[in-house]
């Protein structure tokens, strides 16, 4: 009798410690609720006590991925986009977080909506070049984006108890129906600046051809003047050469301007038909 009495006892202190103590980790925020209100929150990680009464609610807190459904926007210009984005967030307000929402899964369908509505708001106040262009200085996704963060994560911290960290784009892209006539515009666009660049490199080619042709020609007539210039001294020095000889010894001089002569007329097979009293022929014939 007295063992069986042991038992019970046994048996009631195991369970009063398993409704009392409890423990909390690093990854998880518990909420501490009387008849479904609220009337503790613990977050931070050790063991604890509590009343047996009272029902402990186990949230996760660390970092979420929402991944909402890729949807089709209307940008201010009146063009269709398909918008793939991701929201970062995490429970912030434990006790409003459990009254609105309660649960992950009801959390995000609320994202979604506030999320939906701020991207659809904000991209039909762009044109499609704001978000989607070959120029990379006309695309403002990146003000967009945070601009859509600041006002979704204001309104989801009030509203539902949960921080919103980051949205973003992962993927643009176009309704099927949208795509040939988004192509073609693309292929038209690269087409003129293919000729806009080719129309630039045929001027700096032209360019540059003038350019080296000027230079050519100065480059010739600099040498033709310094030939003409070495050549005009070289003349000059050979009569300035000629005259002194001449001056010192006439007879020998004509003598030697002579025999020049013959070198210059007469070849290995040179025929030639002269008078006797030719000047070219007298130092052969006088040896004068």
């Known amino acids: 009798m007295l063992r069986k009495r042991w038992f019970w006892i046994t048996v009631g202190v195991l369970v009063a410690m398993k409704l009392c103590i409890f423990t909390v980790d690093e990854t998880q925020l518990v909420v501490l609720t009387s008849f479904g209100s609220p009337v503790a929150v613990v977050d931070r990680a050790g063991p604890y006590l509590k009343w047996p009464w009272l029902t402990k609610i186990v949230l996760d807190r660390r970092l979420m991925v929402y991944n909402p459904p890729a949807s089709e926007f209307l940008t201010s210009d009146k063009k269709n986009i398909i918008v793939d984005n991701y929201v970062l967030w995490r429970v912030k307000d434990p006790v409003q977080f459990l009254k609105v929402v309660g649960t992950v899964p009801a959390a995000e369908r609320a994202l979604h909506d506030i999320v939906w509505g701020s991207v659809s708001a904000a991209l039909g106040r762009e044109p499609i070049d704001a978000v989607l262009s070959p ?26 108890g949960v921080e919103i960290l980051d949205i973003a784009i992962k993927r643009l892209n176009f309704p099927e129906q949208n795509k040939q006539s988004v192509f073609d515009r693309m292929r038209a666009e690269r087409e003129r600046i293919v000729k806009q660049y080719r129309a630039e490199g045929e001027s700096a080619a032209m360019r540059i051809r003038a350019e ?71 130092l052969l014939t006088k040896g004068q």
């Open 212 to 282: 080296a042709d000027k230079k050519k020609s100065e480059i010739l007539a600099d040498a033709y003047r310094d030939a003409e210039t070495v050549k005009g001294q070289g003349d000059a020095q050979a009569s300035r050469t000629y005259a002194a000889a001449y001056g010192v010894d006439p007879d020998f001089y004509k003598f030697s301007r002579t025999l020049d002569s013959y070198k210059k007329v007469f070849g290995d097979k040179t025929t030639v038909v002269l008078s006797s009293d030719s000047e070219l022929l007298r």
């Open 135 to 160: 120029d990379a200085g006309q695309v403002k996704t990146d003000r967009i984006m945070a601009e859509v963060t600041q006002r979704c994560a204001r309104r989801a911290a009030v509203d539902y």
